[in-house]
């Protein structure tokens, strides 16, 4: 399915997130469940051979051959290997984000990436880069491409972060497609009338493309202005007082403190 040029694939009943991560970072239908089943089977008998040249009877191998594929479960979860295969038939490869390799700087810009995929216990989906400045959540899980600002990207990857993904981000020259075309030249999409627009034009479909973190991270930041407001007014509030408290006859002063004085004495 494709929305505002940009193709994304739906996961309905199945557990195929894998082909569809694959298959929206790739912008094009290019992988089905057989063919990667056949590429963690492939691997498999790779490693099946490398466990064999330790023995027939060697521990190893007798573990290895007593247990199920390690490249792919029952429910069609296959590992970051297939993955990794996959992408290289494209010249594309995966690093994990948190490897020593990835700086800091890096880390801090993560714009200057193409894309991400995010993996999570069963769970794979893409984040990817269109030209030079739009970026779309590709959740197979959404039933739509979720618009990410620039502003927002860093904060993403933090977060699913924190839930517990792993994050790996794609390095290589990615396929051109239509939605690189779409959106050349554009620096970032904006929100108008609960439309997603480009340039003071308006998409083909209506979404309000706003995150829950985005939504979050807007309210906390407008706690913090009101907070920072009444301190501010508080502020003016306490120097007015004491200008006036200034301006004031200081034996008209004496008198009221020494007032207060007493009723508080009287209260107590």
């Keep these: 399915m494709t ?23 790739l912008q094009q239908d290019f992988f089905t469940p057989v063919e990667l089943m ?13 466990m064999l040249e330790g023995g027939q009877e060697s521990v190893d191998y007798l573990k290895f051959i007593s247990q199920e594929s390690i490249n792919v479960d029952e429910s069609g979860n296959f590992s970051v290997t297939v993955i990794m295969k996959a992408l290289e038939i494209f010249n594309l490869n995966l690093m ?21 995929i995010c993996h999570f216990k069963s769970h794979w989906f893409s984040i990817r880069r269109f030209s030079e400045k739009i970026w779309f959540n590709l959740n197979s899980l959404f039933k739509k491409p979720e618009y990410v600002s620039e502003t927002f990207l860093s904060l993403l990857l933090n977060q699913l972060q924190m839930e517990g993904y792993s994050i790996f981000v794609v390095r290589g020259v990615l396929p051109d497609c239509k939605a690189d075309r779409e959106f050349k030249g554009v620096n970032k999409l904006t929100k108008r009338n609960g439309f997603l627009t480009k340039d003071g034009q308006q998409l083909k479909r209506k979404d309000t493309f706003t995150t829950n973190m985005e939504k979050a991270i807007q309210e906390s930041l407008l706690d913090l202005q009101n907070e920072k407001q009444n301190q501010n007014q508080n502020q003016n509030q306490n120097q007015n007082q004491n200008q006036q408290n200034e301006n004031m006859d200081p034996e008209l002063l004496e008198a009221i403190n020494l007032s207060l004085m007493d009723n508080f004495e009287n209260k107590n």
């Design 3 to 25: 929305h505002f040029g940009v193709y994304h694939e739906v996961q309905k009943d199945d557990l195929l997130c894998a082909v569809h991560c694959l298959n929206s970072l």
């Design 38 to 50: 056949k590429i963690a089977k492939e691997l498999d008998e790779l490693e099946r051979q490398r």
């Design 96 to 116: 994990r984000w948190d490897n020593p390799k990835i700086t800091q700087n890096m880390k801090n810009n993560p714009t200057k990436e193409k894309a991400f």
